[in-house]
């Protein structure tokens, strides 16, 4: 099919045509606090671009990048104090990928103006060549602070964080990937080192917290929530062996959340760990308060069901 008409016969044109028109009603979160910063968050969407069909044994007319499009947009409209973010493993799991090879995921991200991503190991399924020839579509920064690409194609296309500023709120946001070393072929992602996940994020969120002066500090985290094996990195061991860090978002085990956990770190600070499993069908929100002296005074969270 030629590519003109595979878009005009696809039910994606209308995710494309539809991002702002929808009116569904937002969530409403309580004014509890002088200043209120809204973070929402997506990941392991992996490509689904359309709504489940209504006879589908799982999930039955959920999702869809339009919808999702009408929730962030209205929640934007009540909090413009609002960030996008996902947590990785934007492509792989439709035709839209194996035909676009993802350009159309990020044209997508893009029109819902996603902030920042960071990288699962299904975005290198086409290679690292693959994933850096599809920069140009994504209007968003790619944020992962422990692959080192210096002997790659994607060496200065990504950074180890980056510094938001909401009414005079700063927000800092880093992202760390899982080991590739047998989740994904060599070939693929060639010449990226992995580092020590723990460490970085100790570097990062004291950089965050103390030189750059963020009063939020949020990790985007494609390591996984929880593993049988506690010596294998996930969001859990992070939250325990680090501080600094306010709240981790998390992908790849894709694990379903209502809500997030509340764990302790290593000073015996509440860090908020969340989840919203895959595929689009939730998205994630997490409300921050903060007083006039911009300390953190309440925090709450939830999935919307999209």
């Known amino acids: 099919m030629k590519r003109r008409e595979f878009i005009q016969h696809t039910a994606a044109s209308s995710a494309l045509l539809s991002l702002g028109g929808l009116s569904l009603s937002s969530c409403t979160s309580s004014a509890s606090g002088k200043k209120h910063i809204t973070i ?92 850096y020839a599809q920069l140009p579509h994504a209007d968003f920064d790619f944020i992962i602070a422990n692959y080192d690409f210096s002997n790659t194609v994607m060496d200065t296309h990504t950074k180890p964080y980056k510094v938001f500023v909401k009414e005079g709120v700063k927000i800092g946001v880093f992202g760390l990937g899982i080991h590739l070393k047998g989740l994904v072929n060599d070939n693929l992602y060639k010449e990226t080192k992995y580092l020590d996940p723990i460490e970085i994020a100790q570097d990062m969120s004291s950089t965050l917290r103390e030189k750059e002066g963020c009063h939020i500090v949020v990790c985007l985290s494609h390591l996984g929530y929880k593993y049988k094996n506690p010596d294998i990195p996930s969001d859990i061991n992070l939250a325990r062996n680090t501080e600094n860090i306010d709240l981790i978002i998390g992908g790849h085990t894709h694990t379903f959340m209502d809500k997030p956990a509340i764990h302790e770190n290593r000073k015996g600070e509440k860090v908020l760990v969340n989840q919203v499993g895959c595929f689009g069908i939730n998205l994630g929100r997490i409300d921050f308060y903060l007083d006039d002296s911009q300390k953190l005074i309440g925090r709450d969270g939830r999935a919307i069901v999209v």
């Not at 104090?81 to 993802?102: E, H, K, S, V, W």
Request: glycine share 10%; hydrophobic share 35%; net charge negative.
């Open 40 to 131: 929402l968050h997506t990941n392991d969407v992996h490509s689904h671009i359309d709504i489940f069909p209504e006879d589908d044994p799982r999930n039955p007319g959920q999702g869809g990048v339009a919808r999702r499009a009408t929730l962030v947009e209205n929640i934007r409209r009540e909090n413009p104090n609002t960030l996008l973010l996902d947590a990785g493993d934007i492509f792989q799991g439709t035709p839209y990928f194996n035909y676009y090879g993802g350009e159309l995921e990020f044209k997508l991200m893009s029109m819902l103006k996603y902030d920042a991503a960071t990288i699962g190991n299904h975005d290198f399924d086409n290679g690292i060549d693959g994933l």
